[in-house]
């Protein structure tokens, strides 16, 4: 988590004592574990980190796991988890996994995990150790003005990613969604997501297109002049488009078990805070984390208001900040970002306090290790690592276990609105940058360097709501989809090429059957979508039952196999056929504009249908229990009658009669398993 220094100012804080805030029923209370300390690196460090995050009644840790993008041999380098993509830290292994083995601990624990990540500083030195992918591409960092054309250079003591570049936003997206794919965490968390000075930026090789530079003005040998508003605006969309489309690659990501993951960044609060935002060194170093907020790009905002209750005006500078962050949070969460490495344990908790009495969803205390201040000075202030910290939080604060506070905007059932994202390319497959997409009457966005848009806050029902969805770019035909299903608390996308024609579906099968024993749930099935025609089929799939679902709901296909799994849930069903009807339907598409696909789930009995001795016959002796069970017509059923209502109507009636005497066989006459059918 990047310290403050222009925190560490001078002052005192307000004489606030405030009570302890009333017992929370949901609050995120979370801690930091930075890579330079201990926390992660081994069994015995993630055991302790756990314990002590217990202790204190937390229920969130947030390790950072990627804090550069080599392996140069420094423990803090690398990737802490096993990676495809970012080579491993030394305190991964073969044998050890330091994220599988903390999901686990903290699982056990009723902890969530949120992973901690520096999207842009890759290295300290260039190329980047053991890093392939970044370390043939020197035109994917970026340098201040002066350095413009010579090749990789230090920024504030690291190379630094080209935010603007379509294929650095695509890596920093290849990592985040490995992460959720493959780990079952809680959540993402982006730090440093802004440029580092405010003279940065700027393309290490003018040749790469790309760049940040060359997507302003297609020139990349010209910056513009220092201070020149548009250019400036153009670095803060940068960074914009890394957060929004985060915002759309995680919650697509349907099968990490704990979704909604949620997404966080760490927010610029330097000094006191400004009157108006754009007064603020957030929006000084691109960072227009007020706009997130009101986009409803992130979760949940983490000022990192690191500030020494015991030197004025600081203490005021917090409270300020803590009603400027609640002021600007919209309909979002803000948790706290809280310094104890520089506070006593005492200010700490008046601080902790005061942020959530004044109505913070939560506290992020930095950092688990560094807990307090070793001496109350203003200047060059050491710390300790001082672990009676959690118990005396527990006492004063965090009194008794809580869950994370729920995002209803997340959730289907209390949600109001939803998110449309794709991408955008040409009739070649080329991105198309900056083409005006407009979903509805909603303001329009624009796509990002490797053709992404994403559409936030679009008013939605659980049921769905249909949008026109509008795509222009200049010197380029225009491209539409009559009725995109926007779906409340949910993500959905749509692709476009723009110049192509309309696509056509085609299904793997137009028939599933199944047969299984009752009381048994189906096995998982799965068919193919593809689209055969031209540009995107953008489906949407629905069934027509409650015994069978189908993931995804929805999809977009260029050409390539779409596979969709059924998943049922059949264990109600009577002994019978059973038909579901699936439908997979694009109202762009060539006719017909919707398939289906039958499912048939043929549900029968284990052994003979009136077996009720299970000696493979249907005699006297199954008479005699049968007749025990008899209700009649809506007379419900028995107990231990279950398999005596062989139609499955819950009730053992005339018809159960019938069926019975079709299947009587006599003594030691085996009888035939489809008697009752």
Not at 158 to 167: E, K, N, T, V
Not at 527 to 546: C, E, K, Q, S, W
Request: glycine content about 10%; overall charge negative.
């Amino acid at each position: 988590m990047a310290r403050s220094r222009r925190g560490w100012l001078t002052g005192w804080a307000l004489l606030c004592f405030l009570a302890a805030p009333a017992a929370a029923q949901q609050q995120f209370r979370c801690l930091w574990g930075e890579v330079f300390r201990p926390g992660f690196k081994s069994t015995s460090e993630i055991d302790t980190m756990i314990a002590y995050a217990v202790q204190g009644n937390y229920n969130a840790v947030m390790p950072e796991l990627l804090a550069y993008h080599d392996n140069n041999g420094y423990t803090s380098h690398g990737a802490f988890w096993k990676s495809n993509i970012v080579p491993w830290a030394p305190a991964v292994t073969t044998s050890f996994d330091p994220l599988a083995y903390l999901c686990q601990k903290a699982r056990e624990n009723n902890i969530e995990v949120h992973v901690w990540i520096v999207p842009f500083r890759a290295s300290t030195a260039w190329p980047p150790a053991g890093n392939s992918r970044l370390g043939t591409r020197p035109e994917y960092v970026s340098v201040a003005s002066a350095d413009i054309n010579t090749g990789p250079k230090l920024v504030e003591g690291a190379y630094q990613l080209d935010p603007g570049s379509p294929d650095v936003q695509d890596y920093i997206m290849d990592i985040i969604r490995e992460l959720v794919t493959n780990y079952p965490i809680d959540g993402i968390n982006l730090d440093h997501i802004r440029y580092e000075t405010t003279n940065a930026g700027y393309p290490a090789h003018t040749w790469y297109t790309g760049s940040t530079l060359y997507r302003f003005n297609g020139n990349s040998s010209t910056p513009p002049p220092t201070g020149n508003t548009s250019w400036d605006n153009f670095r803060r969309r940068t960074i914009d488009e890394i957060v929004r489309r985060a915002r759309a690659e995680i919650a697509s990501i349907r099968t990490n078990p704990r979704q909604p993951v949620r997404l966080t960044a760490d927010l610029i609060v330097f000094g006191d805070a400004p009157a108006s935002f754009t007064s603020s060194s957030a929006y000084g170093l691109f960072q227009n984390w007020q706009y997130w907020m009101q986009q409803g790009y992130l979760d949940a905002g983490i000022p990192m208001n690191y500030k020494m209750e015991h030197c004025p005006p600081q203490g005021t500078w917090y409270r300020n900040w803590c009603g400027k962050a609640i002021l600007w949070k919209y309909n979002r969460h803000m948790y706290m970002g809280q310094a104890g490495y520089l506070n006593s344990k005492e200010n700490s908790v008046v601080q902790m306090q005061y942020a959530l009495a004044a109505g913070c969803e939560g506290i992020s205390n930095y950092n688990y290790w560094q807990t307090v201040i070793s001496s109350l000075v203003c200047s060059s202030p050491g710390w300790l690592n001082d672990v009676s910290f959690y118990p005396y939080v527990r006492d004063n604060v965090f009194t008794s276990p809580v869950a994370t506070p729920a995002m209803p905007w997340r959730n289907p059932a209390t949600a109001t609105e939803g998110t449309i994202w794709g991408r955008v390319v040409n009739t070649s497959g080329t991105p198309v940058d900056s083409a005006s997409v407009q979903v509805g009457a909603l303001t329009a966005v624009q796509t990002d360097g490797a053709g992404y848009y994403v559409v936030t806050l679009v008013p939605a029902s659980a049921g769905g709501t249909n949008y026109t969805v509008s795509v222009t770019k200049s010197g380029l035909p225009g491209g539409s989809h009559p009725a995109a299903k926007v779906f409340a608390g949910d993500v959905v996308r749509y692709d476009f090429e723009l110049g192509g024609g309309p696509p056509t579906i085609q299904l793997s099968t137009n028939t599933i059957e199944q047969t299984i024993y009752r009381r048994d749930n189906g096995l998982n099935d799965n068919f193919i979508v593809r689209n055969i025609g031209d540009g995107f089929l953008n489906y949407t799939i629905t069934d027509n039952v409650n015994w069978l679902s189908v993931v995804p709901f929805q999809g977009s296909s260029g050409g390539e196999d779409d596979t969709i799994t059924i998943k049922y849930a059949t264990t109600s069903l009577g002994f019978g056929d059973h038909l579901a009807t699936i439908t997979v339907a694009d109202p762009a598409a060539t006719s017909p504009t919707q398939k289906t696909v039958t499912v048939i789930m043929h549900v029968v009995a284990r052994g003979v249908p009136g077996d009720f001795n299970g000696d493979s016959d249907v005699d006297i002796e199954d008479f005699g229990v049968f007749q025990k069970c008899l209700t009649g017509p809506g007379g419900g059923l028995l107990d231990g009658c279950a398999d005596a209502n062989l139609d499955g109507d819950n009730d053992v009636d005339s018809a159960d009669t019938q069926k019975f005497l079709n299947c009587l066989t006599a003594p030691e006459i085996p009888g035939s398993i489809t008697c009752a059918d």
